[in-house]
Structures are given as C-alpha cells and as structure tokens.
C-alpha cells in the first residue's frame, strides 16, 4: 500500500510549494511513484467543478450558494478518491494531496458557517471515514497568506472573502489540528527553507529512517 500524505491551510501558506517538496524527497528516498493531486480537481469531472466553484456561472444571474459549493466539493472529493487515490493507493502509489476533507470543514463550516454536523455527517456518508497517513497543516495568518498571492492572478470567489471569512477559516483549522490524529502543525510562517525542513523531520518519521 502506498501512503496518502495532505497539505491543508489558507491560501498563500504554501501547500503546493510544499507538496512538490515533498514529491522531490519522496523520491529522493526511494520511492518513485508519487502522484501530486489538488483539491478540488485531479480528474476530469473534478477539475469542471473546479471552475464551476472557483468562478461560477454567467456571473450574478445565478450565484453558487452555500449548500450548493459544499456539495460540489464533496462530489469533486469523492470523485478523487474512489477514481484516482484508492485504485494508486492500492498499487503501492504514493499520493501528495493538495488539500482533502478538513478544508471543507475549515472554509465551508467555519468560513460559511454551515453546521459541523452536516459536514461530519455527509463526509461519513460519502468517503466512508477515509483519512490521510498524515496531514501538514500550514499554519499562518490571512494577512500574510493572502499578501503572497496578491499578485499572482485573478482572484477567484472563495479568495475575495472578508478577513473575518479567513479568520474564521484559521480557527477552524486550529481546532481541527488539536482534535484530530496524524495532523501536524507546521509554522507557515518561517523560511520555506524553514518549513521544508520541519516537513522533512516528519516525513522522515514516516518512512522509519
Ligand atoms: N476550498 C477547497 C474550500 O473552500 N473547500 C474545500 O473543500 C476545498 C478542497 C482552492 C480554493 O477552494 C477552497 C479553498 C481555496 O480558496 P486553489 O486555487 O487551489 O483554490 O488555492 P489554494 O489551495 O489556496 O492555493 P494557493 O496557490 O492560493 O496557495 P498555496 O498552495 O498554499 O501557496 P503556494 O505554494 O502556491 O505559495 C504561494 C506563494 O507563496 C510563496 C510561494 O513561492 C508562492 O509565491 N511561499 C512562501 N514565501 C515565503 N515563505 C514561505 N514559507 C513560503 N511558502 C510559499
């Protein structure tokens, strides 16, 4: 069996510079397949709720609500997963995923406010309680986040929120990293050379050298 590794965090904490980090170290001890996922996205059907999420549909004739953004990430996920991370999982793939199951809780639950609950349960319901090996949560402040990918693009829906959005989104996570196991906190904050090198210290844990 391969092992499923996640990057969860706000925008801007570095999840993809990281992820690719950690495909190159993977590799560099020993282990050659690895498959780098995104969430929302990573297979065809994924990727369509991809663009549907981040930039909608003819504009404000028809804006995407809560319930229905939450949904389409779960069908995103569960797409992702039965297609693409179990059958690699199951050939002694690695994955690297950029972003699972706890953004939703982060940004749908503490971001939009959807009850806890319902996410608990619909995420019960539709991956049947599939976790990560282990999840790096990179923690770090809107402000600082969001000022790395200013300059980067247009900005889609979920990254034009307010910063109370955001930093409901943080807390989220923040409690999600103390309650849950196999989820370490990293400082997002530092030096990506910094960073690497705490990913590094745990990835090596993993692997028992
Ligand atoms: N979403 C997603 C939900 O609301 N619910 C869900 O269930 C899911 C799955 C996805 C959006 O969807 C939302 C969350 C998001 O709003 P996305 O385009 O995939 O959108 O956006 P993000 O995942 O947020 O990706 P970003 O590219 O915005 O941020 P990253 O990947 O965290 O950051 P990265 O690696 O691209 O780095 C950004 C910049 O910072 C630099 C990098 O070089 C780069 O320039 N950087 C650092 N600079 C200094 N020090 C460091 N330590 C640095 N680390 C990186």
């Not at 996570?173 to 989820?183: C, F, G, I, P």
Request: proline residues 3%; without cysteine; aromatic residues 12%.
């Amino acid at each position: 069996m391969g092992k499923f590794i996640v990057l969860e965090g706000l925008e801007g904490s570095g999840k993809t510079t990281v992820a690719l980090y950690i495909v190159k170290i993977l590799k560099s001890y020993g282990i050659k397949n690895v498959i780098l996922t995104r969430e929302p996205g990573s297979t065809p059907i994924s990727e369509i709720f991809r663009t549907l999420i981040k930039y909608g549909k003819d504009g404000d004739q028809d804006p995407i609500t809560s319930y229905a953004e939450l949904l389409m990430f779960y069908a995103a996920r569960v797409q992702l997963l039965e297609n693409v991370i179990k059958p690699s999982l199951l050939k002694g793939i690695w994955i690297v995923g950029d972003r699972y199951d706890f953004s939703s809780y982060a940004y749908q639950g503490g971001g939009r406010r959807i009850d806890k609950y319902f996410i608990k349960n619909l995420s019960r319901v539709v991956l049947n309680n599939f976790r990560p090996d282990i999840t790096f949560y990179l923690d770090i402040s809107p402000k600082i986040g969001l000022s790395r990918i200013e300059n980067k693009r247009k900005l889609d829906h979920i990254e034009k929120e307010s910063m109370d959005f955001f930093n409901r989104v943080r807390l989220s996570y923040q409690a999600l990293a103390s309650e849950n196991l196999n989820v370490v906190t990293i400082d997002a904050s530092q030096t990506l050379n910094q960073v690497n090198s705490d990913v590094q210290y745990y990835i090596k844990k993993l692997l028992k050298i």
